[in-house]
């Protein structure tokens, strides 16, 4: 299955000296040629050091042994468990809804983010709005997915210095009425401050490169499932709002799962997306 999701890398400091992880040979023997998450145990009972996923567990995991740089990881891992998904994006969400429950030691991606915001034009300036305030899932017209305030302001930045965008119009910077902005005199701006050109024209250009990032509204009047098969297992993966409740072998069975965070969440959106809206997996209205 073709996706754009990206996908993230273990981040901590390389060890010094590599050594074939001898302990793990009774785990390694028993791993799957399948789609699945894999998750490194150390010490710990609750917290596990790394979870990942592929669609060929075995493969992964052992070229995890073969990297000198995850020594580390290697050195304090005890043991390798794994849980077999029936494809690639049971496999996607399994491992976000995991690192952010299980907090993983060294995965420091796809966890929660409390500050996750969006951009929202409100009198044609672009502001900063909270997935914690609104509901991302049913608000139309919103641009942009941003770990932070900061990140947002500075796509704003961006866009306005890509395409010549006023930052008095665009509530960057304070303008003086009818005067022009610093910029305009160094012909960053094209002049919407100052009759140089038309509001309407500086606003169109900024909702051609908006519309870029739109966020899409969930499609569905409720919860849908999504089938997926791997040789003789068949798994339902139970969205609702772009947020993932679980997967189940049976749709009878869907009313065991727990309700819906309350929060959107920004994983399952960019996992689902691609998926769902161009019609790469089958699709179950429940």
């Known amino acids: 299955m073709s996706r754009r999701v990206s996908t993230h890398r273990l981040e901590f400091e390389p060890a010094a000296i590599y050594q074939y992880p001898e302990h793990l040979r009774d785990s ?5 040629k399948c789609p699945g998450v894999y998750i490194f145990h150390g010490d710990s009972d609750v917290m596990p050091l790394y979870i990942g996923k592929s669609i060929n567990i075995r493969s992964r995991v052992m070229s995890h042994l073969r990297n000198a740089d995850e020594a580390r990881l290697l050195r304090q891992a005890r043991q390798i468990t794994y849980i077999a998904t029936a494809g690639e994006v049971g496999a996607l969400l399994l491992e976000a809804q995991m ?3 299980l907090q993983p030691l060294h995965n420091k991606r796809l966890r ?3 500050q996750l915001c969006s951009l929202q034009l409100q009198q044609g300036k672009p502001q900063v709005v909270y997935a914690k305030e609104i509901d991302f899932s049913h608000q139309p017209n919103l641009y942009g997915l941003f770990s932070n305030r900061r990140a947002a302001l500075q796509a704003v930045i961006g866009i306005a210095d890509k395409h010549q965008l006023c930052y008095g119009l665009l509530g960057i910077e304070s303008v003086s009425a009818g005067r022009g902005c610093f910029r305009s005199a160094l012909k960053r701006c094209a002049g919407a401050c100052c009759g140089k050109e038309s509001i ?7 909702l051609a490169e908006l519309h870029s990032l739109q966020l899409v509204c969930w499609p569905y009047s409720g919860a849908i499932a999504l089938a997926e098969q791997f040789g003789n297992m068949k798994q339902y993966h139970i969205v609702r709002n772009w947020f993932y409740l679980g997967s189940v072998t049976d749709l009878a069975e869907v009313g065991t799962l727990k309700s819906a965070s309350q929060n959107f969440d920004s994983d399952g959106y960019k996992i689902l997306c691609g998926p769902i809206l161009q019609g790469q ?3 179950i209205e429940l």
Not at 28 to 32: I, R
Not at 200 to 206: C, F, I
């Open 200 to 206: 309407d024209a500086h606003q169109q250009r900024l």
């Open 281 to 283: 997996i089958e699709i």
């Open 99 to 101: 690192i952010k429950k």
């Open 28 to 32: 390694l023997a028993t791993l799957p």
């Open 112 to 114: 929660h983010n409390r």
